[in-house]
């Protein structure tokens, strides 16, 4: 089951400007995640914000949670041509019990020229 | 160095043949997953297992069956019975939990001839 839905499905940009992708989910949640990955390798995490905190930072990174829209976003500043990979947001389903397992949504191929 | 290792890298596999991909890790996580990767798709999870000697299906397990023997180790099996195996494999692992951030291997891209 897909929980997460990343928009667009693609971008491409020019090195030094910004990149911002969203993730909308459907269910309630505890937290979300956003992860990265190359062409052809496992995925690495970037960040995870829960379901109290509305905005985070880490380094280039700036994640936003609307909990009231079942929605994220991913803002990359100053982007570079090593920033080209594609992007995932995870959500775990708040339920009864405690959450077990993420839900990827399809990814997002962001595209930085130099 | 602590991290999680897939292997091998690239398998080739003949129609009606079962083949198992192998998933370590040294992080002392308890928790280990299977995920499938196709072109467009996302990740669709296979199994996943939060404890030694437990696991649970995913949402697209048919055709495939895992172990979960010792904590560090968590084989995929992609059986026969799956009628369209070529695929990228990625395991992960993390903290039980699915509030906890998942480490990932590097994958298996699995052929089938």
């Known amino acids: 089951s897909q929980q997460g839905e990343e928009d667009p499905q693609a971008l491409s940009i020019q090195e030094g400007e910004n990149a911002t992708m969203n993730c909308s989910y459907k269910?309630?949640?505890?937290?979300l995640q956003w992860y990265r990955q190359n062409s052809g390798r496992g995925l690495v995490h970037l960040i995870l914000i829960r379901s109290n905190e509305r905005e985070k930072h880490s380094g280039r990174l700036r994640v936003t949670l609307d909990t009231s829209k079942k929605s994220s976003s991913l803002l990359i500043t100053a982007s570079r041509a090593a920033d080209t990979a594609s992007y995932f947001c995870?959500?775990?389903?708040?339920?009864?019990?405690?959450?077990?397992?993420?839900?990827f949504g399809k990814g997002m191929k962001l595209t930085v020229n130099p | 160095d602590g991290g999680i290792t897939q292997s091998p890298k690239y398998l080739f596999r003949k129609e009606g043949q079962n083949v198992t991909l192998s998933c370590e890790q040294n992080l002392n996580h308890d928790a280990m997953y299977w995920y499938r990767q196709d072109p467009g798709q996302g990740l669709r999870l296979i199994y996943y297992s939060q404890i030694v000697n437990d696991f649970q299906k995913g949402d697209i397990a048919e055709g495939y069956s895992v172990s979960r023997e010792k904590k560090e180790s968590f084989p995929l099996t992609v059986t026969s019975a799956q009628k369209n195996p070529t695929a990228f494999y990625l395991c992960?692992?993390?903290?039980?939990?699915?509030?906890?951030?998942?480490?990932f291997g590097p994958g298996t891209r699995l052929t089938v001839l």
């Open positions: 269910t309630s949640i505890n937290n």
């Open positions: 992960a692992s993390s903290f039980r939990g699915g509030y906890n951030e998942q480490f």
């Open positions: 995870a959500t775990d389903a708040a339920t009864q019990g405690g959450s077990e397992k993420l839900v």
